[in-house]
């Protein structure tokens, strides 16, 4: 063998050697497995990082201990092996969707409302579905909730549900003496992502049951999750209506503020022909990014990368005009204002059937503020916050930084001033949780390290609340006679072919 030949095969072992012990080391210290495995990004590091930089600046409510921060729910009963056909299907729509499906994997494991689909064929993202759906029959063939998660059911994606196709752990229909129940309510914030082991109502049950284990032994709290993406407020009540009054809870929380969050009819004149611009090849970054997922090594250059590169602020967006309702006080909105924007004037009157539909089975509401990542003069860095850049330069363009964070502003006063009228707890979530990137995926939804802080900041907002309504008397409520089915969900949900053309 030629010399350089042999000199340069020598060189290439060593190489390859070299960078096998160094990726093996790499894991060894990050305490990762030593096989293959789909490792998260690197700023999902970054988020756990930042996290512990906010938890100490969150104030605890009284009797809330700071190491219970560190204290994870208990594994899931309800989660089960994934039926091998599911998986199959799963890897089917994963394909579809590379090839432009705007059918998603996800959605394959709902029931849809069969008042809703119509005939599938005429919404363009059901006639993209493989021919088949999961279907259910809403009482008074009612359009409104969508869809519903599938009950009793652990989807390919990691989603576990109960028998009411709720997220979270099972749960009874009728309630126990000495229970407090507390229902979540709202879309993909609250769901959570599905390959999440749990959303954030979970880890805020836990917590509440080890606060109540010193101060309320004889309690024990209830905390579900009846959200599901893409819902607004109209779709939000038919939930709480159809599902959440039955199961007598004694607690609801509304979280919601982004499906209606539209400023377009507030701008006078927007420039039509003006569209974000294309977004560049990723090129190396691209390769190292799908390197990142199964190379420990990979991802320590990525981060080195992003850590090198200098940090991005706002697109360059086009002049436009904000035209304010006649009128309207900004700081001190009336409620009842014919022109109230980003479509509160839906809102306000589905929280007012909210509040009528609670107040039948005698369960209190309450409202949360919501949280928007963006704030006037933010600066970004380019790879570890590289979804949020995108969602508010590109998915919201042409919206200003400080215009976004003006109206979110704004919709949190209305919503502060609408639980002041009523006279409802007002969960201060926005008011908490800290404007970091390194919390968020994009613009309204967190990393999962970001959603463990924002449990934590809704457990403080509710202790004062529960400790007061014990303290009372007021809860736990009498048992009433519930029997032991839900009645919303008395049939499971049947399979639905159709052939598009």
Same mark, same amino acid.
């Given at each position: 063998m030629p010399r350089f030949l042999s000199n340069g095969l020598i060189l290439s072992l060593s190489l390859l050697t070299c960078l096998v012990l160094a990726e093996g080391a790499i894991r060894l210290v990050d305490g990762l497995p030593l096989t293959d495995i789909d490792l998260p990004p690197a700023y999902s590091d970054i988020g756990r990082d930042t996290t512990m930089q906010h938890l100490d600046k969150v104030p605890l409510a009284t009797g809330v201990a700071r190491d219970w921060f560190?204290?994870?729910?208990?594994?899931?009963?309800? *989660?089960?092996?994934?039926?091998?056909? +599911?998986?199959?299907?799963?890897?089917?729509?994963?394909?579809?969707?590379?090839?432009?499906?705007?059918?998603?994997?996800?959605?394959?494991?709902?029931?849809? /409302?069969?008042?809703? @689909?119509?005939n599938p064929c005429d919404k363009d993202f059901l006639a993209?579905?493989?021919?088949?759906?999961?279907?259910?029959?809403?009482?008074?063939?009612?359009?409104?909730?969508?869809?519903?998660?599938?009950? /009793?059911? $652990? $989807?390919?994606?990691g989603l576990v $549900? /109960?028998?009411?196709?709720?997220?979270?752990?099972?749960?009874?229909?009728?309630?126990?003496? *000495? $229970?407090?129940? !507390?229902?979540?309510?709202?879309?993909?914030?609250?769901?959570?992502?599905?390959?999440?082991?749990?959303?954030?109502?979970?880890p805020v049950e836990h917590w509440l049951n080890l606060w109540a284990a010193t101060h309320w032994p004889n309690i024990r709290f209830e905390v579900m999750n009846a959200a599901r993406e893409s819902l607004n407020s109209t779709a939000i009540e038919a939930v709480v209506r159809q599902e959440v009054a039955p199961v007598r809870p004694d607690l609801v929380v509304y979280y919601e503020g982004a499906n209606q969050f539209n400023l377009t009819s507030l701008v006078k004149d927007l420039p039509k022909s003006m569209r974000p611009p294309t977004e560049p090849p990723e090129g190396f970054y691209g390769w190292l990014q799908r390197a990142s997922k199964h190379l420990a090594l990979a991802r320590r250059v990525q981060s080195l990368i992003g850590a090198a590169e200098p940090s991005t602020g706002e697109l360059a967006k086009p002049e436009y005009e904000i035209r304010w309702p006649a009128g309207l006080d900004e700081a001190d909105p009336d409620l009842r204002h014919p022109e109230l924007p980003l479509q509160l004037g839906t809102i306000l009157p589905d929280l007012d059937r909210i509040r009528?539909?609670?107040?039948?089975?005698?369960?209190?509401?309450?409202?949360?503020?919501?949280?928007?990542?963006?704030?006037?003069?933010? !600066?970004?860095?380019?790879?570890?916050?590289?979804?949020? +850049?995108?969602? !508010? /330069?590109?998915?919201?363009?042409?919206?200003?930084?400080?215009? @976004?964070?003006?109206?979110v502003a704004f919709e949190n006063r209305v919503f502060a001033k609408y639980a002041a009228t009523h006279r409802l707890s007002f969960v201060d979530i926005a008011g908490r949780m800290p404007l970091d990137p390194n919390l968020f995926s994009d613009a309204i939804h967190t990393t999962e390290a970001g959603m463990r802080l924002m449990a934590w900041i809704v457990l403080q907002e509710l202790v004062p609340i529960v400790d007061k309504r014990l303290a009372s008397g007021a809860w736990p409520k009498p048992v009433p006679a519930m029997g032991d089915t839900h009645p919303a969900f008395t049939k499971a949900p049947r399979e639905m072919t159709f052939t598009c053309e």
């Open positions: 560190f204290i994870d729910p208990p594994p899931l009963p309800n *989660r089960r092996a994934v039926p091998e056909q +599911w998986l199959a299907l799963d890897r089917q729509m994963d394909a579809r969707l590379r090839a432009g499906s705007r059918f998603r994997p996800e959605d394959m494991f709902k029931a849809w /409302n069969v008042s809703f @689909i119509g993209d579905a493989p021919g088949r759906l999961f279907v259910f029959a809403p009482p008074h063939d009612e359009e409104r909730p969508q869809f519903r998660f599938l009950p /009793n059911a $652990t $989807t390919p994606k $549900t /109960n028998d009411f196709g709720w997220r979270g752990p099972p749960v009874r229909f009728a309630r126990s003496e *000495r $229970t407090v129940r !507390i229902v979540f309510v709202g879309a993909s914030v609250v769901a959570g992502a599905h390959q999440w082991g749990h959303a954030f109502p979970e009528a539909d609670l107040a039948r089975v005698d369960s209190e509401f309450a409202l949360a503020s919501y949280v928007w990542m963006v704030k006037d003069g933010m !600066i970004l860095q380019p790879k570890w916050n590289r979804l949020l +850049w995108e969602d !508010i /330069n590109l998915r919201r363009f042409p919206f200003r930084y400080r215009d @976004i964070e003006r109206l």
